[in-house]
T-cell receptor, first 115, second 113 residues
Framework: AQKVTQAQTEISVVEKEDVTLDCVYE???????LFWYKQPPSGELVFLIR??????QNEISGRYSWNFQKSTSSFNFTITASQVVDSAVYFC????????????FGKGTKLSVKP | DAGVIQSPRHEVTEMGQEVTLRCKPI?????LFWYRQTMMRGLELLIY????????DSGMPEDRFSAKMPNASFSTLKIQPSEPRDSAVYFC???????????FGPGTRLLVL
Protein backbone atom coordinates (compact mmCIF):
# COMPACT_ATOMS: atom_id res chain seq x y z
CA ALA A 1 0.00 0.00 0.00
CA GLN A 2 1.07 3.55 -0.60
CA LYS A 3 1.92 5.81 2.29
CA VAL A 4 3.52 9.22 2.68
CA THR A 5 5.02 10.20 6.02
CA GLN A 6 5.93 13.71 7.03
CA ALA A 7 7.28 13.17 10.52
CA GLN A 8 7.69 16.85 11.29
CA THR A 9 4.33 18.24 12.33
CA GLU A 10 5.52 21.78 12.99
CA ILE A 11 8.77 23.62 12.48
CA SER A 12 9.60 27.11 13.63
CA VAL A 13 12.62 29.03 12.36
CA VAL A 14 13.88 32.56 12.34
CA GLU A 15 14.06 34.42 9.06
CA LYS A 16 17.16 33.69 6.97
CA GLU A 17 17.64 30.25 8.49
CA ASP A 18 17.73 27.23 6.20
CA VAL A 19 15.08 24.59 6.83
CA THR A 20 14.54 21.09 5.50
CA LEU A 21 11.16 19.39 5.38
CA ASP A 22 11.29 15.62 5.36
CA CYS A 23 9.15 13.28 3.31
CA VAL A 24 9.33 9.48 3.28
CA TYR A 25 7.16 7.43 0.98
CA GLU A 26 6.20 3.78 0.65
CA UNK A 27 5.16 2.10 -2.56
CA UNK A 28 5.42 -1.16 -4.44
CA UNK A 29 5.01 0.55 -7.79
CA UNK A 30 8.05 0.75 -10.05
CA UNK A 31 6.75 3.93 -11.63
CA UNK A 32 5.39 6.68 -9.45
CA UNK A 33 5.41 10.42 -9.02
CA LEU A 34 6.21 12.65 -6.09
CA PHE A 35 4.93 16.15 -5.45
CA TRP A 36 5.25 19.03 -3.04
CA TYR A 37 2.39 21.47 -2.50
CA LYS A 38 2.28 24.61 -0.39
CA GLN A 39 -0.81 25.70 1.54
CA PRO A 40 -0.41 29.27 2.80
CA PRO A 41 -2.72 30.69 5.49
CA SER A 42 -5.14 31.78 2.78
CA GLY A 43 -5.92 28.10 2.22
CA GLU A 44 -5.26 27.38 -1.43
CA LEU A 45 -2.99 24.52 -2.50
CA VAL A 46 -0.10 25.66 -4.65
CA PHE A 47 1.89 23.20 -6.74
CA LEU A 48 5.65 23.44 -6.21
CA ILE A 49 7.31 20.47 -7.89
CA ARG A 50 6.78 17.06 -9.45
CA UNK A 51 9.40 14.31 -9.78
CA UNK A 52 9.15 11.02 -11.66
CA UNK A 53 10.49 7.88 -10.03
CA UNK A 54 12.95 7.31 -12.86
CA UNK A 55 14.51 10.75 -12.48
CA UNK A 56 16.58 11.08 -9.32
CA GLN A 57 18.22 14.32 -10.34
CA ASN A 58 17.94 16.91 -7.62
CA GLU A 59 16.40 20.23 -8.47
CA ILE A 60 16.94 23.80 -7.41
CA SER A 61 14.54 26.65 -8.01
CA GLY A 62 15.66 29.87 -6.44
CA ARG A 63 15.69 29.38 -2.68
CA TYR A 64 13.97 26.01 -3.00
CA SER A 65 15.71 22.70 -3.56
CA TRP A 66 14.59 19.11 -3.54
CA ASN A 67 16.58 15.98 -2.78
CA PHE A 68 15.12 12.75 -4.15
CA GLN A 69 16.74 9.50 -2.98
CA LYS A 70 15.14 6.23 -4.02
CA SER A 71 17.53 4.26 -1.80
CA THR A 72 15.95 5.77 1.28
CA SER A 73 12.51 6.45 -0.25
CA SER A 74 12.83 10.10 0.61
CA PHE A 75 11.97 13.31 -1.16
CA ASN A 76 13.10 16.16 1.06
CA PHE A 77 12.52 19.85 0.51
CA THR A 78 14.95 22.57 1.60
CA ILE A 79 14.26 26.28 1.80
CA THR A 80 17.40 28.35 1.92
CA ALA A 81 17.40 31.73 3.66
CA SER A 82 13.79 31.37 4.74
CA GLN A 83 11.43 34.33 4.62
CA VAL A 84 8.25 35.15 6.49
CA VAL A 85 6.28 34.55 3.28
CA ASP A 86 7.41 30.94 3.36
CA SER A 87 5.18 30.37 6.38
CA ALA A 88 2.68 27.75 5.31
CA VAL A 89 1.78 24.10 5.54
CA TYR A 90 3.76 22.01 3.09
CA PHE A 91 2.42 18.72 1.78
CA CYS A 92 4.31 15.90 0.17
CA UNK A 93 2.22 13.65 -2.06
CA UNK A 94 2.65 10.52 -4.13
CA UNK A 95 0.89 9.58 -7.34
CA UNK A 96 0.81 6.16 -8.91
CA UNK A 97 2.08 5.31 -12.35
CA UNK A 98 -0.05 4.23 -15.26
CA UNK A 99 -3.42 5.84 -15.69
CA UNK A 100 -4.32 6.01 -12.03
CA UNK A 101 -4.78 9.49 -10.72
CA UNK A 102 -5.23 9.41 -7.00
CA UNK A 103 -2.68 11.34 -4.96
CA UNK A 104 -1.77 10.15 -1.49
CA PHE A 105 -0.89 13.09 0.72
CA GLY A 106 1.20 13.23 3.84
CA LYS A 107 -0.22 14.96 6.90
CA GLY A 108 1.73 18.11 6.16
CA THR A 109 4.41 20.13 7.96
CA LYS A 110 3.50 23.53 9.29
CA LEU A 111 6.40 25.92 8.83
CA SER A 112 6.49 29.16 10.76
CA VAL A 113 9.14 31.66 9.83
CA LYS A 114 9.50 34.43 12.38
CA PRO A 115 11.06 37.81 11.61
CA ASP B 1 -5.22 31.47 -18.06
CA ALA B 2 -7.91 30.87 -15.48
CA GLY B 3 -7.20 28.23 -12.89
CA VAL B 4 -9.67 25.82 -11.38
CA ILE B 5 -12.79 27.67 -10.29
CA GLN B 6 -14.89 26.56 -7.36
CA SER B 7 -18.13 27.92 -5.99
CA PRO B 8 -19.25 28.79 -3.48
CA ARG B 9 -16.11 29.68 -1.54
CA HIS B 10 -17.94 29.41 1.75
CA GLU B 11 -21.13 27.59 2.63
CA VAL B 12 -22.93 27.49 5.95
CA THR B 13 -25.95 25.24 6.17
CA GLU B 14 -28.02 23.35 8.65
CA MET B 15 -27.99 19.65 9.19
CA GLY B 16 -30.29 17.86 6.81
CA GLN B 17 -30.02 20.39 4.02
CA GLU B 18 -28.74 19.60 0.56
CA VAL B 19 -25.39 21.09 -0.37
CA THR B 20 -24.04 21.40 -3.92
CA LEU B 21 -20.45 22.32 -4.62
CA ARG B 22 -19.39 23.32 -8.10
CA CYS B 23 -16.16 23.12 -10.03
CA LYS B 24 -14.90 24.32 -13.38
CA PRO B 25 -11.61 22.65 -14.34
CA ILE B 26 -8.82 24.23 -16.33
CA UNK B 27 -9.70 24.26 -19.99
CA UNK B 28 -8.16 21.32 -21.82
CA UNK B 29 -7.70 19.19 -18.74
CA UNK B 30 -9.18 15.72 -19.02
CA UNK B 31 -9.11 14.63 -15.39
CA LEU B 32 -10.97 16.11 -12.46
CA PHE B 33 -10.61 15.29 -8.80
CA TRP B 34 -12.58 16.04 -5.64
CA TYR B 35 -10.69 16.06 -2.34
CA ARG B 36 -11.75 16.74 1.21
CA GLN B 37 -9.51 18.25 3.88
CA THR B 38 -10.15 17.89 7.59
CA MET B 39 -7.92 18.26 10.61
CA MET B 40 -8.42 14.64 11.58
CA ARG B 41 -8.02 12.94 8.21
CA GLY B 42 -5.96 15.42 6.24
CA LEU B 43 -6.37 15.54 2.48
CA GLU B 44 -8.22 12.60 1.01
CA LEU B 45 -9.46 11.85 -2.47
CA LEU B 46 -13.20 11.41 -2.77
CA ILE B 47 -13.63 10.70 -6.48
CA TYR B 48 -12.01 11.39 -9.80
CA UNK B 49 -13.14 11.54 -13.40
CA UNK B 50 -11.35 10.89 -16.67
CA UNK B 51 -13.02 12.39 -19.72
CA UNK B 52 -16.19 13.00 -17.67
CA UNK B 53 -16.40 9.35 -16.56
CA UNK B 54 -16.06 8.49 -12.86
CA UNK B 55 -13.04 6.23 -12.46
CA UNK B 56 -12.53 5.82 -8.74
CA ASP B 57 -15.19 6.73 -6.18
CA SER B 58 -13.85 4.53 -3.40
CA GLY B 59 -13.21 7.60 -1.27
CA MET B 60 -16.81 8.77 -1.26
CA PRO B 61 -17.85 8.45 2.39
CA GLU B 62 -21.35 7.14 1.92
CA ASP B 63 -24.45 7.30 -0.20
CA ARG B 64 -25.17 10.81 0.96
CA PHE B 65 -22.37 11.96 -1.32
CA SER B 66 -22.69 12.01 -5.09
CA ALA B 67 -20.65 13.59 -7.87
CA LYS B 68 -21.37 14.27 -11.50
CA MET B 69 -19.51 15.62 -14.48
CA PRO B 70 -22.03 16.33 -17.21
CA ASN B 71 -19.43 17.90 -19.50
CA ALA B 72 -15.74 18.67 -19.68
CA SER B 73 -16.08 22.06 -18.06
CA PHE B 74 -18.31 21.41 -15.07
CA SER B 75 -18.61 19.09 -12.12
CA THR B 76 -20.72 19.01 -8.98
CA LEU B 77 -20.34 17.35 -5.62
CA LYS B 78 -23.61 16.98 -3.77
CA ILE B 79 -24.26 16.07 -0.15
CA GLN B 80 -27.80 15.14 0.74
CA PRO B 81 -28.64 15.22 3.58
CA SER B 82 -25.71 17.07 5.10
CA GLU B 83 -24.41 16.30 8.59
CA PRO B 84 -22.11 18.25 10.93
CA ARG B 85 -19.31 15.74 10.33
CA ASP B 86 -19.28 16.79 6.67
CA SER B 87 -17.82 20.14 7.70
CA ALA B 88 -14.52 20.44 5.87
CA VAL B 89 -12.76 22.18 3.03
CA TYR B 90 -13.58 20.59 -0.31
CA PHE B 91 -11.06 21.00 -3.08
CA CYS B 92 -11.46 20.39 -6.75
CA UNK B 93 -8.37 19.76 -8.87
CA UNK B 94 -7.76 19.09 -12.53
CA UNK B 95 -4.95 17.72 -14.65
CA UNK B 96 -4.26 17.11 -18.32
CA UNK B 97 -4.01 13.37 -17.70
CA UNK B 98 -4.75 11.48 -14.50
CA UNK B 99 -1.08 10.94 -13.70
CA UNK B 100 -0.01 14.48 -14.53
CA UNK B 101 0.28 17.36 -12.11
CA UNK B 102 -2.98 18.29 -10.43
CA UNK B 103 -3.83 21.95 -10.03
CA PHE B 104 -6.17 22.82 -7.24
CA GLY B 105 -8.99 25.28 -6.94
CA PRO B 106 -9.29 27.64 -3.97
CA GLY B 107 -11.58 25.24 -2.11
CA THR B 108 -15.05 25.48 -0.62
CA ARG B 109 -15.19 25.80 3.14
CA LEU B 110 -18.33 23.98 4.29
CA LEU B 111 -19.81 24.31 7.74
CA VAL B 112 -22.82 22.19 8.63
CA LEU B 113 -24.53 23.30 11.83
Amino acid sequence: AQKVTQAQTEISVVEKEDVTLDCVYETRDTTYYLFWYKQPPSGELVFLIRRNSFDEQNEISGRYSWNFQKSTSSFNFTITASQVVDSAVYFCAQGRGGSQGNLIFGKGTKLSVKP
Amino acid sequence: DAGVIQSPRHEVTEMGQEVTLRCKPISGHNSLFWYRQTMMRGLELLIYFNNNVPIDDSGMPEDRFSAKMPNASFSTLKIQPSEPRDSAVYFCASSFLARETQYFGPGTRLLVL
